[in-house]
């Protein structure tokens, strides 16, 4: 089994937005050293708590400072963008760091509407076009227009010896059916929605065409775990996260993950301060506990939608809290030693 790293840079309460992003780069390193396959950045837009608007940016920051983990976007926002600008970055970055970048893309909006408007007047109109758009991304990553194309004679240079892998993230049917068709490796996020995942999965594999290099259906499935030496310790890491997430969606969460004071008051105030209250609530949001009973959970979840690989995406208020989840996910899944 592969785990990688899902990383959405998130800020903490009165910390600047640029030690998150400095983090990032530390979580990569570590990911590194601790035998995690890849680290993937994801892309929002004025999204209180999260830092990167730009992984492309973060991508070749990382790249330097790393040597062999795989980097990649988790995902562009392809619907916002030129497919020939897109493959033109991801071509620069795979010439960088050759065999190392994977080019994840999604559709969705990645903030608020206003933030939509002003990356683009035609983002819904373009989200309907997104077959056609990963369609010409792969065409310019695979220098395949056919030829009397407008574009047959151009290329998205600097071309690599290795172009970078693509990618369909998705939480549906319908990117699970984007994935299969133009047979390329997909990634469902189970922390955004787990109920659709059999079927999005089951879709994938069924529909799945070798088109393209690879042979055959490669999944990825994108979980939510806090991890740490005891289910109490894990359980008072993970609170921040998920108080942040209702914070977020009552408006009060701009300023990043809450202390873990903040956090408990805010529990109690909504009656969530019982142990087995918050027990309940995290469970639909996530897998918290101790290196056994993570590692018991993430194999149910193997053994529920036989992915190919896991990514981990694990929130902390304390970025060393944090580094101790990967760390011991990795210990218990991989063998590997802290």
């Not at 590194?32 to 999204?47: D, V």
């Not at 963008?81 to 559709?107: C, Q, W």
């Not at 068709?181 to 996020?189: R, S």
Request: with cysteine; hydrophobic share 40%.
């Amino acid at each position: 089994m592969k785990l990688g790293i899902l990383d959405q840079a998130p800020v903490t309460k009165g910390r600047p937005p640029k030690l998150a992003l400095e983090q990032a780069l530390k979580l990569a390193q570590a990911g590194e050293r601790l035998g995690y396959a890849r680290y993937w950045l994801a892309e929002h837009h004025h999204l209180g708590g999260l830092a990167c608007s730009a992984p492309e940016i973060m991508l070749g920051y990382i790249g330097a400072q790393t040597s062999t983990i795989r980097l990649g976007a988790g995902a562009i926002l392809l619907p916002y963008y030129s497919p020939y600008k897109v493959a033109e970055t991801f071509h620069m970055l795979a010439s960088l760091f050759p065999n190392r970048i994977d080019l994840g893309v999604a559709r969705s909006p990645g903030g608020p509407a206003e933030a939509s408007m002003a990356l683009s007047d035609r983002f819904l109109e373009r989200v309907w076009k997104l077959p056609e758009l990963f369609e010409e991304l792969l065409r310019f990553l695979d220098r395949d227009f056919p030829a009397d194309h407008p574009y047959a004679s151009l290329a998205a240079d600097p071309l690599p010896a290795i172009p970078p892998e693509p990618w369909i993230l998705g939480t549906s049917e319908k990117s699970a059916m984007l994935a299969a068709q133009k047979g390329v490796a997909y990634a469902y996020g189970h922390f955004m929605n787990r109920d659709n995942a059999h079927r999005a999965i089951d879709t994938y594999i069924r529909h799945f065409q070798p088109v393209r290099s690879l042979p055959k259906p490669y999944v990825l499935l994108a979980v939510s775990a806090v991890c740490a030496d005891t289910a109490d310790k894990a359980r008072k890491t993970a609170l921040s996260s998920y108080i942040w997430r209702l914070q977020t969606a009552d408006g009060s969460g701009s300023d990043g993950l809450p202390s873990p004071e903040e956090a408990t008051a805010y529990a109690a105030a909504r009656n969530l301060d019982t142990a087995a209250g918050l027990d309940k609530a995290l469970e639909k949001t996530m897998i918290v506990g101790s290196p056994a009973e993570v590692k018991q959970r993430l194999n149910a979840l193997q053994a529920a939608y036989r992915p190919d690989e896991l990514m981990i995406l694990s929130y902390a208020y304390d970025f060393e809290d944090r580094l101790r989840s990967y760390e011991l996910i990795a210990r218990a899944m991989l063998g590997g030693q802290t």
